[in-house]
């Protein structure tokens, strides 16, 4: 599938393409902290379809709650988290897009939750939760 999406000021856009199958969410403690918020929603993208205009500013958390090294990106602008990916030479480059800045994030729905043990308690009872009947902006 085509993707493609920016931050939310524009300054960054990203395109690839992405198995829409391989959309997950992550509940690690790291996830919560980077969104601040119960999880992440994600996609791997090839380095070989993965193109982006805009640079980003890159942090390396040198540990992450799987005991790799991993670099996060995000609009120095704005602060949308734009993507991660594994650091160093030799790497056949992946990209882990954040599915909120994609244009496509209707159709991405995810097939795993990797982590769930650091899951917040309230995440399986949002069905619970009132809502309010007016709608966000797009």
Known sequence: MRIDGACHCGFITIEGEADPEKTQICHCTDCQAGTGSAFRVSIPVPGTTFKMTGQPTLYVKTTADSGRPRVQAFCGKCGSPIYSTTPGEGV???????????????????????????????????????????QAPT
């Open 92 to 134: 056949q480059p992946s990209y882990t897009v954040r599915v909120g800045i994609l244009r496509q994030r209707d159709q991405l729905i995810p097939r795993r939750q990797n982590w769930f043990r650091s899951a917040r308690a309230w995440v399986t009872a949002l069905d619970a939760v009132p809502r309010n009947q007016k």
